[in-house]
């Protein structure tokens, strides 16, 4: 019974510690102490308790899968919108980088804040038309 105890216990600091939020856990914790749930289920079949305590376990992981794929996503959003206005910003570059003298702005004593004015526009529609759609 003292073994359930401690189990029970471990398995409530890790709740604890998945509820709020706290990064001083991993994916070892997890199984580490599934491997000794089942350790001692194995050596004790007969045991409810056991048995509530690995259902207990398993949320706990699901609940850990779930923030981290949160915040997976969160990271990929993010990277996704800084992409999508770099890229615009890149062929404005390309475009203005060429050395040909046909292109119109190029040669041009104003081109240059043609193209800065250009730049900063995409870039503040970008973040606007973001953040009127909450993307961020």
Do not use: A, C, Q
């Not at 794929?69 to 996704?80: A, D, R, Y």
């Amino acid at each position: 019974m003292e073994k359930i105890d401690t189990l029970r216990t471990k398995i409530k600091l890790l709740e604890s510690l998945v509820k709020h939020h706290k990064d001083s856990y991993d994916e070892w914790d997890f199984y580490r102490l599934k491997k000794e749930l089942f350790e001692y289920k194995y050596m004790k079949p007969e045991d409810v308790e056991i048995d509530k305590l690995i259902s207990l376990l398993e949320s706990l992981e699901t609940t850990h899968d779930k923030s981290e794929s949160k915040k997976m996503n969160h990271k990929l959003n993010l990277l996704t919108i800084w992409s999508t206005i770099f890229l615009p910003l890149s062929f404005y570059t390309g475009m203005w980088g060429m050395n040909f003298d046909d292109v119109p702005l190029l040669t041009g004593d104003d081109g240059f804040w043609v193209f800065v004015t250009i730049s900063i526009l995409t870039t503040l529609v970008m973040f606007r038309y973001f953040k009127k759609h909450k993307w961020y």
